[in-house]
């Protein structure tokens, strides 16, 4: 069964320091993953995507994330945070080759706050 | 902007009540899927909706239904409404079906049942 944790509820961070936002998986099949971001009062946004291409993804706003199949983890980092970067970070696990869309999992969040 | 549009932003209402949430997808997008996030679910997938057909459902309530319509936009009925409706209501959208297609979110239905 497929399943997604994200290891830290909340995590806070310095301006200009790294970010890290874990996530761990479970699929039976590859999987496709996602990280959404959720600024408050709005809808998801998605900010990059793996699809069994290059284990190392680059998405919007300096966020890339490394897919680790022997880990089973899909961490997302970014190497300087913003401000604007505080909001709730979902990671999301589809089971690519199932066409059964209730396959797709969202994590429980991980809240990022930025402190000036 | 993510290019889907989500009716009305906010609804306030009273228990047992129905209320209509509305979404357009994006130009294009053939799919059309609600969530529903609260603070102690999180979010959920209620259920996906292909060119018109049902496609797939999740934890979605015998009082809650949902229709495609041919224009592709996407309404979802909430009936015999209870507190712990009250609840965001995302609407996404991506052009195919595929589970590893790229869904694009609404802002997103406040609704508060009380």
């Known amino acids: 069964a497929q399943s997604v944790t994200q290891l830290d509820s909340h995590v806070s961070v310095s301006e200009g320091t790294p970010v890290l936002l874990r996530c761990n998986y479970s699929?039976?099949?590859?999987?496709?993953l996602f990280w959404y971001v959720q600024h408050p009062n709005k809808g998801l946004q998605l900010l990059l995507k793996y699809t069994s291409a290059a284990t190392l993804v680059k998405g919007i706003n300096g966020f890339e994330a490394e897919f680790k199949k022997s880990e089973t983890s899909f961490h997302l980092t970014k190497p300087s945070a913003h401000m604007s970067d505080a909001a709730e970070y979902f990671c999301?696990?589809?089971?690519?080759?199932?066409?059964?869309?209730?396959?797709?999992?969202f994590g429980p969040g991980t809240s990022l706050s930025v402190i000036p | 902007d993510s290019g889907v549009t989500q009716t009305p932003k906010h609804l306030i209402t009273a228990t047992g009540q129905r209320v209509t949430l509305r979404c357009s997808p994006r130009?294009?997008?053939?799919?059309v899927y609600w969530y529903q996030q609260s603070l102690d679910q999180g979010l959920q997938f209620l259920i996906q909706y292909y060119n018109g057909e049902e496609r797939a459902k999740g934890n979605i309530l015998e009082r809650f239904s949902a229709q495609q319509f041919p224009d592709l936009h996407s309404e979802l009925n909430l009936s015999s409404l209870e507190l712990g409706d009250s609840a965001l209501y995302f609407c996404?959208?991506?052009?195919?079906?595929?589970?590893?297609?790229?869904?694009?979110f609404g802002p997103g239905t406040r609704l508060t049942v009380l």
């Open positions: 999301v696990v589809s089971d690519g080759k199932k066409t059964s869309y209730d396959k797709v999992i």
């Open positions: 699929s039976s099949y590859s999987p496709s």
């Open positions: 996404a959208s991506s052009v195919t079906s595929a589970p590893g297609d790229t869904q694009y």
């Open positions: 130009s294009g997008d053939l799919s």
